[in-house]
């Protein structure tokens, strides 16, 4: 994943002519930058005084990415004008997306936020806005300008987190370069993922918890962590041991269940909370009471999830994103970590059949059905100045309907370039919805052709929408992709048109010839007077 390594927004002396911010891919190869942007925040008014597009941009062999001031040295990828990164109280964030357009002046948004850091140089200055919406939880960063006279950045040394303000410390600077960490601090990838939790549903026998990781890697010192309830707050801790196994996994069962390694752990209950979100997280200590809140120091990996999509977040919602899953019926249900669409993006977990001690079950392109919507709405202003908003609350709708219709297990990481126009009152939608085998596919294609065929209105944020039946095709016409579309009924009166006006220049050219080349008059039979006069 891409990170932000370094942020050196304060030089010695009043040049500020070496200031920069240093990225890093953890692949520790070339990386392309198509789809980042690179936002500067001021702490007095919470908005972006400088925005840079880093798409065309990639980073060096070794996975590095700078942008400085244009004195610098060694001269950074973008260059900035002497003075641009401010000193704080501020804050530098790194977002990902196809479809939003960061600019200058706007507000701070969480919306495809990547990784943040937020600083100061001088201790009273505050930015909570900031802290809020980019780091919630976390206190902000302080470039301590005793640390060395020489000049000085805040470096990542703690941890390949994202988010994770604890990651960084004061260092010498070392643009380009590996950072300058003391042996104590010296940076250490977190060698540990969550890669499957399946909850139970009903009379479920089973549940447990899949962790990834390099074989032979020890489990010793860390600690699994379950949090619930809308405080948040840890309802039990056990400490883990045992290695990683040949395959790169390790399962463990829950409720008196064995793991692999002789592991016995019991819990009563992991399903998700009916109020609220639920967690569950390692962390690199051995043991955190019952009772204490959960918090981003020694974190090493998180899942946060919820029955419904409108209790996410709260307490825990620094921890990550929440992903809702089904929390009635009897069939286990697992939330197993995916990567979907961009293969740069970050990876996501998706609602998916149990899979353990084997490879994810997850959303394939090869099993895509394409979706080509045409909604009825008053009037498209709330579509257009919340575009990203409704596009969400639309992506929910759908996957509800889906799953209501066919039981599918799918969530909203199923549905892959989901985009939308609206032109007067019709809103138009279209991407695709993937599936994890044929059968899936096919069910999810019969309920595309039911809510096609059906007339009928359901609320998105609270706007009203009706079916449409503009867009509809026949019943049994096949599902292309929108690549190879049948032409629509504009596209086949315009080729009409063409042929027509086409055959009539034909004419035209063949009338203007003959005219222009009569026949010989040798040729010519020469009638009487009688047929001349009668003819006239």
């Known amino acids: ?26 692949g520790r190869t070339r990386f392309d930058l198509q789809g980042y942007w690179l936002v500067l925040y001021n702490g007095k008014n919470s908005r972006a005084y400088r925005v840079l597009d880093l798409s065309g941009q990639h980073t060096d062999e070794l996975g590095y990415f700078l942008v400085g001031s244009s004195a610098m040295s060694p001269a950074p990828m973008i260059r900035l004008p002497p003075n641009t990164i401010q000193n704080g109280a501020d804050a530098v964030a790194l977002y990902y997306s196809n479809t939003t357009l960061y600019s200058v002046n706007m507000a701070v948004t969480a919306e495809g936020l990547v990784d943040a850091v937020v600083y100061t140089s001088r201790m009273p200055e505050k930015a909570d806005q900031l802290v809020k919406v980019l780091i919630p939880g976390q206190s902000i960063l302080y470039e301590n300008d005793s640390h060395s006279t020489e000049d000085e950045s805040l470096s990542r040394c703690h941890s390949l987190s994202a988010k994770l303000q604890s990651s960084f410390q004061v260092t010498t600077v070392t643009p380009l370069g590996e950072n300058f960490c003391s042996s104590s601090s010296a940076l250490v990838p977190p060698a540990i993922g969550i890669s499957e939790l399946c909850l139970a549903g009903g009379t479920t026998p089973y549940r447990f918890v899949e962790l990834e990781g390099k074989p032979g890697t020890s489990l010793g010192g860390l600690s699994l962590v ?30 008196g269940g064995h793991g692999h390694d002789g592991t016995n752990l019991t819990f009563k209950d992991i399903s998700a909370a009916s109020e609220g979100s639920s967690a569950i997280a390692v962390y690199s200590t051995s043991w955190i009471p019952g009772g204490t809140k959960a918090t981003s120091e020694n974190l090493v990996d998180a899942l946060v999830y919820t029955c419904e999509p409108s209790t996410a977040g709260g307490h825990l919602d620094f921890l990550g994103p929440s992903y809702a899953v089904l929390c009635k019926g009897d069939r286990p249900v697992s939330l197993s970590r995916c990567a979907c669409g961009n293969a740069s993006a970050e990876l996501q977990f998706a609602v998916s059949d149990p899979t353990p ?25 709330t579509w257009i100045l919340h575009r990203r908003r409704m596009l969400e609350g639309l992506g929910r709708v759908l996957v509800s309907s889906l799953e209501e219709k066919c039981s599918c297990g799918v969530s909203e990481l199923y549905l892959q370039e989901l985009n939308l126009t609206c ?48 867009c509809i095709a026949p019943k049994n016409a096949p599902s292309v992709s929108h690549s190879n579309a049948s032409f629509q009924g504009w596209e086949i009166a315009l080729f009409v048109m063409g042929s027509l006006l086409f055959v009539f220049l034909l004419v035209s050219l063949a009338l203007y010839f003959i005219k222009r080349h009569p026949q010989n008059y040798t040729n010519i039979e020469m009638n009487d007077r009688g047929e001349i006069a009668a003819d006239f």
């Open 423 to 470: 032109v007067g009152s019709l809103v138009k939608v279209w991407g695709q919805v993937w599936a994890r085998q044929a059968e899936q596919q096919q069910s999810i294609e019969t309920w595309r052709q039911g809510f096609l065929a059906s007339l009928h209105s359901f609320s998105v944020d609270g706007r009203v929408l009706k079916t449409s039946p503009e």
């Open 357 to 381: 001690g084997l490879q994810n079950s997850c959303p394939q392109d090869t099993f895509a059905v394409d979706l080509h919507l045409c909604l009825l709405t008053p009037n498209c202003s």
């Open 226 to 255: 379950f949090f619930s309830g809308k405080e948040g707050k840890a309802h039990a801790s056990v400490p883990l041991r045992g290695t990683i196994g040949a395959t790169g996994l390790f399962v463990f069962a829950l409720d």
């Open 1 to 26: 994943k891409l990170l932000i390594n370094e942020v050196n927004p304060d030089n010695p002396g009043g040049e500020e002519d070496a200031e920069y911010i240093e990225l890093f891919y953890t």
